[in-house]
């Protein structure tokens, strides 16, 4: 458990202190987004629990889903300004 929430302490981070730059900013949210699936994997581990872990699938699917239209809305916004810097 300790290690899920230094994972989510780095993703947190990260998004604070990259608002730069919008890349960093997805990767970001995608280290929050597995910090909570392996603790959600951790907990239905120690409980014994099967829907915890059906729970985490549906997690990494919706995840990747986030990705695709991130970097999607990424490409778009590069092919706009050039540069995928947040700065004016």
């Excluded at 014994?48 to 997690?59: L, M, R």
Aim: net charge positive; glycine share 6%; charged share 10%.
């Amino acid at each position: 458990m300790n290690l899920s929430l230094f994972l989510f302490l780095i993703g947190i981070l990260g998004f604070i202190l990259n608002r730069k730059n919008l890349l960093l900013l997805i990767i970001s949210i995608e280290i929050m987004l597995l910090a909570v699936t392996l603790l959600i994997i951790i907990s239905s581990f120690n409980f014994d629990d099967n829907i915890g872990q059906t729970f985490a699938i549906y997690i990494i699917t919706i995840a990747g889903a986030e990705s695709v239209i991130g970097l999607s809305i990424l490409v778009a916004y590069y092919r706009l300004r050039g540069s995928i810097s947040l700065r004016t």
